[in-house]
Antibody, heavy 123, light 108 residues
């Protein structure tokens, strides 16, 4: 079935960077954008941005514009999200997710989702 | 950005009862672009409803969505113990896409 499988948990120091991976299976990787959403403990979901695996084009939420980079490796069907200058407030579960598509247009509700990657930022 | 406010924060009901969850936006949600997700403990969110009232593939007809403009509702009929989860609404009509803070449904 169509699924997204993410890399394992990470622990980072403040000021460091983290890179989370998301491998697609069960569908053609290049045919759908990959989005990233995060969830801090006890908080709601927060959309971070999108990446087009075919072109490499990206779009980021204003809050993350200066610190996030979304890339891909088409040979392995894997998307990556790198967040830099980490602070304690970045401690969260990071999810990759795929938007819907109809007649070639994206519709940004998400299905499926990856299983999530916990990133802990602590000194 | 569009802010979504969900209420109540927690809903505690018995099996067989009906749950009514609210999602209110601070401005009009464009073209009924509102979705609901279910997130069970320790799991990723799962799409339940899109375009306000369309159930996702494989979703029970006990789940239904309604509303327009700024006020939306998710209704769960005949509550089951497996419905224990946090439910999130999301708007995808105006970037950045935003989510509510979630409503936790507890089963007595």
């Amino acid at each position: 079935q169509e699924q997204l499988v993410q890399s394992g948990a990470e622990v980072k120091r403040p000021g460091a960077s983290v890179k989370v991976s998301c491998r697609a299976s069960g569908y053609t990787f290049k045919n759908y954008d990959i989005n990233w959403v995060r969830q801090a403990a006890g908080q709601g979901l927060e959309w971070m941005g999108w990446m087009n695996p075919n072109t490499g084009n990206t779009g980021y939420a204003p809050k993350f514009q200066d610190r996030v980079s979304m890339t891909r490796d088409t040979s392995t069907g894997t998307a990556y999200m790198e967040l830099s200058s980490l602070r304690s407030e970045d401690t969260a579960i990071y999810y990759c997710a795929r938007p819907a598509k109809t007649s070639g247009w994206y519709i940004y509700y998400f299905d499926p989702w990856g299983q999530g990657t916990l990133v802990t930022v602590s000194s | 950005e569009i802010v979504l406010t969900q209420s109540p924060g927690t809903l505690s009901l018995s099996p067989g009862e009906r749950a009514t969850l609210s999602c209110r936006a601070n401005q009009t949600v464009a073209s009924n672009t509102l979705a609901w997700y279910q997130q069970k403990p320790g799991q990723a969110p799962r799409l339940l409803i899109y375009d306000v009232f369309n159930r996702a593939t494989g979703i029970s007809d006990r789940f239904s969505g309604s509303g327009s403009g700024t006020d939306f509702t998710l209704t769960i009929t005949r509550l089951e113990t497996e419905d224990l989860a946090v439910y999130h609404c999301q708007q995808y009509g105006t970037s950045p896409w935003t989510f509510g803070q979630g409503t936790k449904v507890e089963i007595k």
